[in-house]
């Protein structure tokens, strides 16, 4: 980890075990972890380095009660950006959930509390995302004169759908519960949320790296093409991960009738 350590991260910490599980925490809680522009610029640090490293698997999570609140407006305000400014402070918000969606590392997000506004566009960048029942979803830009800048209608449309991102922004509707996963905006709900994340984590990271490297990016990727070009590159990438040596003992094993079957519980 001494790579990471060399980031001298201020608003996040990064705490790796043995298995390569990685928890990546949010850290200004006095702020309900608000992302201020130097906490971008970190993530974008962060998860450019991960691939590269022996990370196998991601817990994102936070200090505090709250996951995120989103954009810090209390930034925003003092810095009063022309537009030109704010655009391209966008464009760093983009950067860094590509790089967490693209990056080919599994991601479990542990949702506390608000997740809300940019907080949503963060959790919607993990690749699974697990609520406890204090976490609460919203897009409340419309009543705060703000439009999304950070992937909302990339990635919490297609999370929920547009009508209901449009009647979020518009109404300022709260998600919460049982509602919240049925409409797709975490796809667990428990009561300890980091638990259980790091229960996933640890599940996906007995994967072969590059089988999770293909379900987390070459997913995201083929979503963006059209279904000619998706099915071409769906069949390379299976070319490629299916004959990958760490899938002949697996194989050997199913065959051999030795390996887990697929049960419900």
Not at 22 to 51: D, G, H, I, Q, W
Request: proline content about 3%; glycine content about 8%; overall charge negative.
């Amino acid at each position: 980890m001494q790579a990471i350590d060399d980031l001298g991260l201020k608003n996040l910490s990064v705490e790796a075990d043995g298995d390569g599980i990685a928890r990546v925490s949010l850290n200004r809680p006095e702020k309900r972890n608000a992302l201020n522009a130097e906490t971008v610029e970190e993530l974008v640090a962060l998860f450019t380095l991960l691939p590269r490293t022996k990370v196998r698997a991601v817990v994102l999570r936070a200090e505090g009660t709250h996951f995120c609140a989103g954009l810090d407006l209390v930034e925003h305000h003092r810095e009063d950006r022309s537009p030109a400014e704010f655009m391209h402070i966008c464009m760093r918000w983009h950067e860094a959930f590509n790089k967490m969606e693209y990056g080919g590392v599994p991601i479990i997000a542990a949702l506390k509390g608000a997740v809300v506004g940019g907080g949503l566009e963060l959790a919607s960048s993990a690749h699974v995302r697990v609520a406890d029942t204090s976490t609460y979803f919203a897009l409340p830009e419309g009543q705060r004169g703000l439009f999304t800048g950070g992937g909302a209608t990339i990635r919490v449309a297609d999370l929920v759908g547009k009508a209901r991102m449009i009647d979020m922004m518009l109404t300022g509707r709260v998600y919460k519960g049982e509602e919240a996963m049925s409409v797709g905006l975490c796809q667990y709900l428990v009561e300890d949320s980091e638990a259980k994340a790091m229960e996933l984590a640890r599940a996906a990271a007995q994967n072969p790296p590059l089988t999770n490297f293909a379900i987390c990016s070459a997913i995201s990727h083929m979503q963006n093409m059209s279904a000619l070009d998706a099915a071409y590159a769906e069949a390379v990438v299976a070319g490629i991960v299916n004959t990958q040596p760490d899938s002949r003992g697996r194989l050997e094993a199913f065959a051999n009738k030795t390996a887990a079957r697929v049960r419900p519980e």
